[in-house]
């Protein structure tokens, strides 16, 4: 394998020391970007581009063209699993995602199994193999997936939703299900991840994305208990126990101790925390990432250097801190923001070490 050449990201999630603070932005492949809107007509789909490993390949590399990007993130979507477990997963222009065969009963649920990942979700191993390969060591790769909880969410309603209501009804009418499915996720991310790691992922993140939906007791039986799960899982596989795991629940500050508690390298933070205080509570047991609001990237680039600069003082000048947004960069932004974001951030990462 090609040696690595920029490896300030892992470093961090190690909590080792770095020359400046390593940065990538959640979504750096997305709408936001000419080239990315080009490719993906060229596509025809969304999901005909996740599935090409070719293209799939060349949308991941287009951010690290424009931006001094720390970090790749696999080009693909949370909702591969689902889809490869027969749901049907079709993206309808401005409406987001959508299954044919959404999750309505239990025996529905009773009949899912692991998807095989030589089979329906070769694309994903091949994409990462590909990017492996195309990056040449310029930094490292990020595989990752959707936690039970979430990815339960969406097979639950069928599409996107404010509260996920129907999943959440279920969680309370019928738990015993609810934890059916959960585990059979458990066992497929887990799964999905370690076969990323075999292929080349150098990182694995989970998105958590709709944690912060549950009460604390909730957060803990349905969400939490399975992330716990999956760190366990792929801390016994040889391939995976290698690589930093990020776990990133939004809207789960609350929760920052117990999520250090699995044994996962890193927490994602979303914008709700201060870093400093983010720090106190976890810092000397795990890496952190984030957190600026996307919404910061709509401002001027005086204002984005200023509040890149304050998050970056917030952590101080320890080692542990991957910067991103507390979520993933939106449609509307300016690229030429997100280059004053990226290098507003190193610049800010040495001041702060010297
Ligand atoms: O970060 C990256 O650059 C890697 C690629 C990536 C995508 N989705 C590409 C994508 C990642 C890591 C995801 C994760 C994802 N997908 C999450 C978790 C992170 C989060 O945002 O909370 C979730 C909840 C999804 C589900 C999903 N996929 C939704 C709700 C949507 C529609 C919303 C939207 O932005 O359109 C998607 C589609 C999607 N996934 C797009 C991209 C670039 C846009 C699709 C398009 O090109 O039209």
């Known amino acids: 394998m090609t040696e690595l050449k920029n490896d300030r990201f892992l470093r961090a999630l190690r909590r080792q020391p770095t020359d400046t603070t390593p940065v990538w932005i959640m979504r750096q492949a997305g709408r936001y970007l000419p080239e990315y809107r080009a490719t993906r007509e060229k596509a025809g789909s969304f999901m005909a581009l996740a599935q090409n490993p070719e293209l799939a390949c060349e949308v991941t590399l287009q951010p690290l063209d424009r931006f001094e990007l720390d970090a790749a993130i696999l080009f693909s979507d949370i909702l591969t699993i689902p889809d490869a477990m027969g749901l049907g997963l079709t993206f309808v222009a401005g409406e987001g995602p959508k299954f044919e065969r959404p999750l309505r009963s239990a025996a529905d649920i009773a009949r899912l199994t692991v998807p ?21 060591g310029r930094v490292p790769l990020i595989g990752f997936s959707g936690s039970p909880w ?25 738990p015993a299900t609810m934890h059916r499915l959960l585990d059979t996720l458990a066992q497929s991310v887990a799964t999905y991840l370690a076969a990323q790691a075999e292929a080349g992922a150098q990182a694995l993140m989970v998105f958590d994305t709709w944690g912060g939906l549950l009460s604390p007791p909730m957060f803990h039986e349905f969400s939490l208990r399975y992330l716990a799960r999956i760190v366990e899982l792929l801390q016994a596989d040889a391939h995976a126990r290698e690589l930093p795991v990020v776990l990133f629940s939004k809207g789960a500050s609350a929760h920052l101790e117990a999520m250090a508690d699995t044994g996962c390298a890193a927490l994602g933070l979303d914008w709700t925390i201060g870093l400093d205080e983010a720090r106190r509570r976890v810092g000397a047991r795990v890496a952190l990432q984030g957190n600026l609001d996307p919404s910061v990237l709509h401002a001027s680039p005086d204002i984005i250097r200023r509040e890149v600069a304050s998050a970056i003082d917030a952590f101080g000048a320890h080692p542990g801190h991957v910067f991103n947004l507390g979520h993933g960069v939106t449609p509307g932004v300016d690229p030429e923001h997100v280059k004053v974001l990226v290098d507003a951030v190193h610049e800010a990462g040495r001041r702060i070490r010297h």
């Open 116 to 136: 095989d990942m030589d089979g329906e979700l070769r694309y994903v191993m091949d994409a990462v193999r590909l990017i492996r390969r195309e990056l040449h």
């Open 150 to 174: 979430t990815l339960a969410c969406y097979m639950i309603e069928g599409e996107g939703s404010r509260d996920f209501a129907r999943a959440k009804a279920l969680a309370w009418n019928d």
